[in-house]
């Protein structure tokens, strides 16, 4: 079992839906959990992050953490076209310096 | 100003060739990082540098080897090159302490074909 598992999709919406991203994990360890966001041939790029279970939202962006069902989520309300990406949820462990843990992505396409 | 800034952005060479890869941040991070990202997308962790020190080494092979002459450059050797190692490699640089911690920056990738 890998320690991060996540749906590569591809996933597919109308623009102005609600997409539902997300990752389950085995390391119990895992304290900080990020979601990245990745154009065709460009770099990650951090969009959220949460310490430990709980929610935290910026703008259209909702994350979610469940610790205990050691599961993650990333909402996208009002989806539009600019958030055609591979989504990449990400987490590590609690001491400084470790390496990030991804998972294999999801493509999702949001259509016009 | 580029944060996380990586050469070549793309690379094609013949198996058996040994080349390099470099990299350079301005971010004042102490940690730096070189991920391995395959035709699947998947991103993977091969090592990371604190301050200058290797602090994470995957399982690599020793064909590959990262040196940093400072904690603001982290270049990576790769010797007797395998059509296996064609991948997009991706440097990533993030602060050792604080609350953000947690964000790693990163470069905008190295496209390595090897024919």
């Known amino acids: 079992q890998k320690e991060v598992e996540q749906d590569p999709g591809p996933l597919s919406v109308p623009e102005g839906a609600i997409v539902s991203l997300n990752c389950t994990y085995s390391?119990?360890?895992?304290?900080?959990f990020m979601w990245y966001r990745q154009y065709s041939r460009k770099g990650p790029e951090l969009l959220m992050y949460?310490?430990?279970?709980g929610n935290k939202e910026d703008g259209r962006f909702t994350a979610q953490v469940d610790k205990s069902s050691k599961y993650i989520s990333l909402f996208i309300r009002d989806s539009q076209p600019s958030d055609s990406a591979t989504y990449l949820c990400?987490?590590?462990?609690?001491?400084?310096?470790?390496?990030?843990?991804f998972g294999k992505g999801t493509t999702l396409s949001v259509s016009s | 100003d580029t944060a996380v800034s990586q050469t070549p952005k793309y690379l094609v060479t013949q198996m058996g060739n040994d080349k390099s890869i470099k990299c350079e941040q301005n971010?004042?991070?102490?940690?730096m990082y070189w991920y391995k990202q395959d035709s699947k997308k998947f991103l993977k962790i091969m090592f990371s540098y604190n301050n200058k020190e290797l602090i994470i080494n995957e399982t690599v092979p020793n064909r590959f080897s990262p040196k940093s002459p400072d904690k603001a450059h982290l270049n990576l050797h790769i010797n007797s090159l395998e059509l296996g190692d064609s991948a997009v490699y991706f440097c990533?640089?993030?602060?050792?302490?604080?609350?953000?911690?947690?964000?790693?920056?990163f470069g905008q990738g190295t496209r390595l074909t090897v024919v």
């Open positions: 971010l004042g991070h102490d940690t």
């Open positions: 990533a640089s993030s602060p050792s302490s604080g609350m953000l911690n947690t964000e790693a920056f």
């Open positions: 990400a987490m590590r462990l609690g001491q400084a310096g470790t390496a990030l843990i």
């Open positions: 949460t310490y430990s279970s």
């Open positions: 390391n119990s360890a895992f304290q900080y």
